[in-house]
Structure formats: C-alpha cells, structure tokens
C-alpha cells in the first residue's frame, strides 16, 4: 500500500541537501566554535554564516538572532524572558486564546507567579483582530505575544497592523512565526515586531533546532547559566549542525516560496472543493482566503476525528486532528472551540496539511478514500 502525508504542519522530511549540510557539519567542520584553534574557528565561522542566512531572510541583524531547540524553547524563552526582565514596566501580558499550548503554558505559569494575563478571542475565521489587540493593552501591558499563523486551521494573522498598535500604544510585540517561517514573507521591521519564534522541522530541516529573534535594545532575562555562548542568552556548546541545516532548509523554502506557495494553494484548494462536492455537510474551519497554502481544517459532521484518523492511516493517509499535543485526549481543540464552533462539529474536525509530498496523485486518492470512509463512519454511527 502507497503512504500519503498529510501531515506537513507537525512536521517534514529533512531535505537531502540539508542532510549533506548536518552531515559536512558532524564529519568535517566538527570544531567546538568556542575553542580558538582552527577547527573551532572554522566552526565559529559556519555557525555565523548560519546565523546570517536566517537573519536575512527576515530582515534582522544577525546579531539579534539566537538559536534555541526549537520553537517551543523559543516561545517559553519570550514570555518568560521578557515579563521577568521587563516588571518594573508592569506585570500584563496579552495573548489569544488560539496560541500553541508553547505560548499558552508558559502564560499559564506567569498567571500562577503574580503576572495578570488577557487572553483575547479570534473571530468566527480564526482570526486576531487588531482591534481587539488595541482593547486589551493597558498601561501595565509589557508584551503582546499573537501568533503569525495558526498551526490548526492556517489563518493567517494581521501582524502589520497588530505590530503598528503595539508601537504605538508602547508594548513589545512577540510573534510565534513557526507555521509561517519559510512559507509567507516575513519582516521582522515592516510588521515592527519585537521578537519572533521559529523552528527549522516544519520546514525541511531537522527536529530540535529553531531561532528566537529578540530587536536589539529590547530587555530579556537569561534562563540558561554555565557559559558565554549565544551572547549569553542560551548558554551550552552551540548546535551546529542543527543551524547549519536550519539555514540550509530555510534558504531552499524562500527560494522556491512563490511556485510552491502557488502549487499548494491549487492542491489544497482541490482537495477541498472535491470533498465538498461528494459529501453533504462538511464544513472548512479557519478563513477562505488568508490562510497558508496547504492546510485544510474540516469538520464532518456525525463522525468522530479520531476514529475517522485511525481509518484513514489504515488506508495509508496520515492526517491529524491539528493539535499534536491533544492527540490521544478526546477533548475537542481549544483552537476551534474559541471560534465558536460547537464541541461536537470540533471533536469531527481533521487537519490536512500539505507540503513536498503532496502531488495530484495523494490529492486523488484522498479524494477517493475520503468520501467512502466518512460515508462508512456516518452509516456506522446511524445504525448503532
Ligand atoms: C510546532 C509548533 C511549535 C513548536 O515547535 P517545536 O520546534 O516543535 O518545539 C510552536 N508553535 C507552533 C505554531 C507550532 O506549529
């Protein structure tokens, strides 16, 4: 039986390149970029040719770019770093009720030590609205920290418009950017963003590495001790061939982000219309149009998305119920339930999010098992 992922927002294969790239960087240029002989300088200096490329891609200085083990690090890092370093400025943190659970414990921690949190709704589409961005922040407001697109139904954010409220009204502005991050352009001045998380596996590059960009000048508090690496802020012997492979993957996905932006969007919105047109009430969760290529969140009513998950991997297609941390609960996503659908339409909710491996063909047989498994699932639930 052929296997088709759908799966690309938990996470991708490593590109070959990038593996030559982690491989050259174990084998040959094996240094410690600490030590000063020259096999740590020739370390240092692939580690800082890393540290451009993705600072580049971004439009920040490579100076304000640490790497971290990925984006839940990253995450933690911002709002933990910034509320604690920045309290004489106040204790208020703004968020949404939509983060990753990364942004949503770690503000559930801050609530549990003495920080007061606000947690804003999104609307029907998923979607932040910069007004309500602009009600919640109150003099006490340190940070306001609203993801750039919405790894469970693909929405995207207006971060432009939050960033130029946020300027305005003097908080700092975090952005969890891992969705987004080598699909979308991103720049990190035109959206005036303060910090912004990213992770190198959503893209082709490998597990356990990502990058917090923290804007020079702005106050962040250390969690990390026992070292001078990463101008401090993340002490321990650097990862390098996971930023060397994180830069590679990430140069590759901005080279090819228009064409494959383009094929995307047609395969998604393929396989979107034809299961629209062979099954009765299904519904598309998150908005029509500013949405990432390649993800499409459904909802088929009488059904369960786990068990329709266990049916569909059985005939070869991986698929997710959008949340890799709720899979295996049966509790309904906190994403969908804050954009007012109801429980019992969430708990029938499948994410589809489609990447490199996708091609018409997966496209096709998707839209052949699809339709007969829920058709199967809906005639079980009717008869039991
Ligand atoms: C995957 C993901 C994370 C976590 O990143 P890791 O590198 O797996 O720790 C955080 N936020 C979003 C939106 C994600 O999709």
């Not at 950017?177 to 005036?192: E, I, M, R, T, Y």
Request: proline share 4%; net charge negative.
């Amino acid at each position: 039986m052929n296997k088709y992922y759908f799966d690309h927002s938990a996470t991708t294969r490593v590109d070959e390149r990038v593996v030559q790239a982690m491989a050259q960087a174990m084998h040959k240029t094996y240094g410690n970029p600490s030590s000063v002989h020259g096999f740590g300088r020739e370390a240092r200096v692939l580690l800082e040719e890393s540290r451009e490329t993705i600072a580049r891609l971004i439009n920040a200085d490579p100076a304000e770019l640490f790497f971290t083990s990925g984006g839940t690090e990253a995450d933690n890092t911002a709002l933990l770093g910034i509320m604690k370093a920045n309290r004489d400025r106040g204790d208020h943190l703004v968020t949404s009720k939509i983060e990753h659970h990364a942004v949503l414990d770690a503000a559930k921690y801050l609530e549990n030590n003495g920080y007061r949190v606000s947690y804003i709704s999104p609307d029907a589409y998923g979607m932040i609205q910069p007004e309500e961005v602009s009600r919640a922040i109150t003099p006490g407001t340190v940070l306001v920290s609203i993801m750039h697109v919405n790894n469970e139904i693909g929405t995207i954010n207006p971060l432009g418009e939050i960033g130029r409220i946020c300027r305005q009204k003097g908080a700092l502005l975090h952005s969890d950017a891992v969705q987004s991050f080598g699909k979308l352009p991103l720049d990190v001045q035109a959206a005036n963003l303060d910090l912004i998380s990213i992770s190198a596996h959503k893209i082709y590059g490998p597990k356990g590495v990502g990058a917090l960009y923290v804007r020079r000048g702005v106050k962040l508090e250390k969690r990390t001790f026992g070292g001078h690496q990463e101008r401090e802020f993340r002490t321990g012997t650097e990862n390098l061939p996971g930023a060397a492979g994180f830069a590679q993957a990430a140069q590759i996905c901005h080279d090819k982000m228009d064409s494959e932006t383009q094929r995307l969007t047609d395969l998604r919105e393929r396989l979107w219309t034809g299961l629209n047109s062979k099954l009765p009430d299904i519904h598309l969760n998150g908005h029509p149009t500013e949405r990432l290529p390649g993800i499409n969140n459904i909802s088929f009513a009488g059904i369960e998305g786990e068990a329709l998950l266990l049916s569909l991997d059985l005939k070869g297609i991986a698929a997710s119920t959008g949340s890799a941390c709720s899979s295996g609960q049966v509790n309904a996503s906190h994403v969908l339930l804050a954009m007012g659908i109801n429980p019992e339409i969430a708990q029938g909710s499948i994410r589809f999010s489609l990447g490199r491996e996708n091609d018409d063909e997966s496209v096709d047989y998707a839209l052949e098992i699809v339709p007969q498994i829920v058709e199967n699932l809906r005639a079980m639930a009717f008869n039991g």
